[in-house]
């Protein structure tokens, strides 16, 4: 009898083995030699399992993405803008752009003649004070007297009632300005913040006409990003929407939020509406005037099938995943993708709800079972 070779086995280490036996079979009552081979199924070893990763495949509502561009903002709920009362020279600047301030905080000293001019006028009134009631002492001295009429104890009171509304008004003057003797105006803090703007110098003349303001004191524990939305988006923009904010100074870490508004107007230089988002901005490092890109995600009431990006394969002009049934039963699926947002991918046909696909090191097993 004639007896054939015996066959090798290929071994690949660690990764995965494909084993070819082969069984010579004698035919009773013949002489030939029948050879029969069977392969055996492509099998995982426990170190190849331990390196890829296994995800479920899950049918859910298909994510979209708008990339919008913007700028960071602070609330105008929480700026003050402060503008000089008084007319004068700056003598002192206490503060520089990007300090913080703490309310009532000197920011700036002014030498005003308006300064002496409201003292003057403080004094004024503090005398017509003293004046009136002494009038209207002696006019209740001559009255019990009756060396003049009841009218001239009115007349008295009046004078005096009108005295004192003068000498409250100066006073509040004094208050809301919060102004003090002599001739220096001190330009103060109205709100706790950081210094966003700050368009004044010392022995700068400064005029009570001036439009601008001097300084923009404005909280920035949160802030808002303004974006703008292209004639073509705009109907797929809605409030509540989810977004992504990136900054080009943190490019790494994402700030999120939710579109709260939308400004129905057009701007007619750019042919775009903003919309506005706010952001929580407990850690500060988000500044006024900062650029940014803002990623709204929806949705488009369509269910599909989504796996990971990272399992779908791309071989001869096709789109391919390996769908782990066990690690004797790994089957090659072709399929047909949609869209990708993210490191997700939706798929309109190859594989079904529950399939486990292989996300990580797929690349392999397929070059294993394909080549």
Request: glycine share 4%; net charge neutral; aromatic share 6%.
């Amino acid at each position: 009898m004639k007896t054939l070779p015996t066959p090798r086995t290929k071994v690949m280490p660690g990764i995965f083995s494909i084993t070819i036996a082969c069984l010579t079979l004698t035919a009773i009552g013949c002489k030939e030699n029948i050879v029969e081979e069977k392969i055996t199924a492509f099998s995982m070893s426990d170190t190849m399992m331990a390196r890829c990763e296994f995800v479920k495949a899950r049918l859910e509502e298909v994510k979209n993405e708008i990339r919008l561009f913007g700028k960071i903002t602070a609330d105008n709920n929480k700026m003050a803008q402060v503008y000089p009362i008084v007319s004068g020279v700056v003598t002192s600047i206490h503060v520089e752009l990007g300090d913080y301030v703490k309310q009532g905080q000197v920011l700036a000293s002014i030498q005003s003649s308006e300064v002496a001019t409201f003292q003057k006028e403080k004094l004024d009134a503090l005398n017509d004070v003293a004046i009136a009631e002494k009038n209207l002492q002696v006019a209740n001295d001559l009255f019990e007297g009756k060396l003049n009429s009841e009218k001239d104890v009115s007349a008295a009171e009046r004078e005096l009632e009108k005295a004192k509304a003068e000498l409250a008004r100066i006073n509040e003057i004094y208050t809301i300005y919060n102004l003090k003797s002599g001739s220096v105006f001190n330009v103060v803090a109205p709100i706790s913040g950081f210094v966003v703007t700050k368009k004044i110098n010392q022995n700068e003349q400064i005029r009570i006409d001036n439009t601008e303001p001097v300084f923009s004191i404005a909280d920035i524990n949160e802030v808002w990003a303004l974006a703008n939305v292209n004639e073509s988006d705009i109907a797929k923009i809605q409030v509540g929407y989810d977004v992504t904010v990136r900054t080009l100074a943190f490019p790494e870490q994402p700030f999120t939020g939710k579109i709260d508004k939308i400004f129905n107007a057009i701007d007619p230089q750019t042919k775009s509406m903003k919309v506005r988002v706010k952001i929580p901005n407990t850690d500060l490092k988000l500044k006024p005037e900062m650029n940014c890109t803002v990623s709204v995600h929806f949705t488009n009431q369509q269910k599909l099938i989504a796996i990971p990006a990272a399992a779908i394969i791309f071989d001869k002009s096709k789109h391919w995943v390996m769908v782990f049934k066990d690690r004797h039963n790994i089957e090659t699926r072709r399929i047909e993708p949609v869209s990708q947002l993210g490191e997700t991918s939706y798929i309109k046909s190859g594989v079904s709800e529950g399939e486990t696909v292989i996300a990580k090191n797929g690349l392999l097993i397929y070059d294993a079972l394909n080549d």
